[in-house]
């Protein structure tokens, strides 16, 4: 089994993310559904991980209002 050299991976930008999975697409959806699992996977749902998952909501062109909703969890905490 090899080892993944994780710093060796580049930060994707949302411009790169839209060119792959194109704007308002399900497999769009899907990716940032699993972005925000990953967000919350340690029980803290950070500002930089909020605005990283609002940019990529934004160009892909996706519903905003399930983001609006876990922003609220984040204000609640502080």
């Known amino acids: 089994m090899r ?3 994780w710093d060796s991976l580049e930060i994707i930008t949302p411009e790169e993310l839209v060119a ?3 704007q ?3 497999i ?3 990716f940032l559904r699993t972005a925000v699992m ?3 996977r340690d029980g803290v749902y950070s500002l930089s991980e909020e605005e990283i998952l609002q940019q990529f909501c934004l160009v ?3 519903d905003t209002k399930a983001l609006t909703a876990l922003r609220h969890s984040l204000e609640d905490t502080e």
């Open 60 to 62: 892909l062109e996706l």
């Open 3 to 5: 080892c993944i050299d």
């Open 38 to 40: 990953l967000a919350i």
């Open 24 to 26: 308002g697409t399900a």
């Open 28 to 30: 769009g959806e899907n």
């Open 20 to 22: 792959v999975l194109g």
